[in-house]
């Protein structure tokens, strides 16, 4: 790939804007969406409030989801890594419910992915422990919601997919099972894998095509793309964690045998 001045390629673009309000990238001009967007569950990010009521939350939603269907080309793919459901300030269903607005905003529905995070450790609470009264149920494991634009089939693009046999007859099995990132190791409180947007890259686009990721963080879709040969587009909106993507871009660059 050609790279810039500062070693990152030339087909990866960073908006260090908030997603509202970037007008950067042209309508019907994405591929593919991968994003896992906040879960506003209270983490601590340096530029986001992730502590909104959860009428606000939907509403948050609604909105930025809006926008990347207007980006996407008509036969554009969106996969969505949201939690399956929530129990913080009360049970609610977060899988199905951005679902439904992800439908309501004009997408169709394909399929849902389930990742079962090897190494989740968020059992904190049983609720009525050994008795019937009101134990609570939590399932360790997160979605990844596929949707689509117009048309299911792909016609744009090179044609040309990179998917092995082996790949594709596992990753067609819509149980995944890896493990998540260590925020320690990548400096930012809720990095997701770049296995997770690798195999969304390999299996719904060419070789070739635009990948948005509208929530960048640390820059796993990045890394991920660099690895496959995708052009890629990330909006982040805390300078901080663009730093970080570029440093890890940069460092895959240097050193592609390391994640």
Not at 171 to 198: C, D, M, Q, Y
Request: with cysteine; hydrophobic share 35%; charged share 25%.
């Amino acid at each position: 790939m050609a790279k810039t001045k500062n070693g990152i390629p030339e087909s990866f673009t960073i908006i260090n804007e908030d997603v509202f309000a970037t007008k950067k990238i042209r309508a019907q001009s994405v591929d593919l969406v991968v994003t896992s967007p906040p879960y506003n569950v209270d983490i601590q990010y340096n530029s986001h409030d992730d502590g909104l009521t959860y009428a606000e939350y939907l509403d948050f939603s609604r909105r930025w989801m809006k926008r990347c269907y207007r980006w996407l080309k008509s036969d554009g793919r969106f996969c969505l890594n949201i939690p399956l459901d929530k129990n913080k300030d009360g049970q609610q269903s977060v899988g199905a419910d951005l679902t439904t607005i992800a439908k309501e905003c004009g997408f169709s529905y394909h399929s849902t992915i389930i990742w079962n995070e090897g190494n989740i450790s968020r059992r904190t609470a049983w609720g009525s422990w050994l008795s019937a009264s009101a134990p609570y149920v939590i399932a360790p494991v997160e979605l990844i919601v596929v949707l689509y634009k117009d048309s299911w089939k792909k016609t744009s693009g090179s044609k040309k997919s990179d998917i092995s046999r082996d790949e594709f007859m596992a990753w067609t099995n819509g149980l995944w099972t890896f493990n998540g990132e260590k925020k320690s190791r990548i400096g930012h409180p809720a990095p997701f894998p770049v296995e997770l947007p690798l195999r969304c890259m390999k299996l719904f686009s060419f070789v070739g095509d635009t990948v948005l990721d509208p929530f960048m963080g640390s820059g796993s879709t990045f890394v991920a793309a660099a690895q496959c040969g995708r052009r890629a587009i990330g909006i982040e909106i805390d300078p901080r964690y663009c730093e970080i993507a570029r440093g890890r871009i940069a460092e895959w660059e240097r050193y592609p045998n390391r994640q």
